[in-house]
């Protein structure tokens, strides 16, 4: 099975400070997404990348950054967390566009 | 941008009871997936759909999706309380790159 594995499942971080969130998957995709989950609001994708290297901004890219030096990794950057990042953030990744998606755990996010 | 819009947004049924999401979109879709996300966990790929009129079974769960691919039902026979937690359809249109997906019906089914 592929594994996407989110490297915390809790985080604590004050305002201001920069955030590594990190993805790494073992199956060799692609493709690979970084969404956030909020209650009522979905899924609403960040940023994704289809190669090493490559970036692309998704629905909400404002405060992120990403960075993909590796096939298997694809890193989340908060640059300067703010109170209202708090929330549930989900790595994927899927071997090409018309195939299901594989989701990490998730990091519940907490920016006090 | 491209929308899907899923309804409800929550169903609470008794156990044996039925459910039904929909999911719709106002443009013509290349395909449409179904994740199932339990209460805590992640959510999971259950489905792809691809052709229009397609229809696909696994167990007491059936996928549909429309003949003008603009819209998608899940419908569950006979519900469990393992049932619960959260449907997403996620949508993909031709030329698109990602899926879009829609806010979720949380399903909570009373023993």
């Known amino acids: 099975d592929v594994k996407v594995t989110q490297s915390s499942r809790y985080l604590v971080k004050r305002t201001g400070e920069k955030v590594f969130l990190e993805c790494v998957q073992d199956m060799d995709h692609e493709n690979m997404f970084w969404y956030r989950q909020d209650p009522g609001l979905g899924l609403r994708l960040i940023y994704f990348?289809?190669?090493?290297?490559?970036?692309e901004k998704g629905d909400i890219p404002e405060g992120y950054s990403v960075s993909r030096e590796k096939k298997e990794r694809f890193s989340l950057i908060l640059e300067s967390a703010s109170t209202n990042q708090t929330s549930m953030y989900l790595c994927?990744?899927?071997?090409?566009?018309?195939?299901?998606?594989?989701f990490g755990s998730g990091t519940r996010l907490t920016v006090v | 941008g491209q929308q899907v819009m899923q309804i409800p947004q929550y169903q609470h049924v008794q156990e044996g009871e039925d459910f039904t999401t929909y999911c719709n979109s106002s443009?013509?879709?290349?395909?449409i997936q179904w994740y199932k996300q339990r209460p805590g966990g992640h959510p999971v790929f259950l489905i792809q759909l691809v052709k229009s009129g397609e229809v696909k079974k696994q167990k007491r769960l059936t996928f549909q999706f429309g003949e003008a691919k603009k819209n998608s039902s899940l419908h569950i026979t006979a519900t469990q309380t393992t049932d619960v937690g959260t449907y997403f359809c996620a949508g993909l249109w031709e030329y698109g790159n990602k899926l879009v997906f829609g806010a979720g019906t949380i399903l909570r089914v009373k023993s």
């Open positions: 443009t013509t879709l290349s395909n």
């Open positions: 994927a990744s899927s071997l090409w566009d018309v195939y299901g998606y594989t």
């Open positions: 990348s289809y190669d090493v290297k490559m970036k």
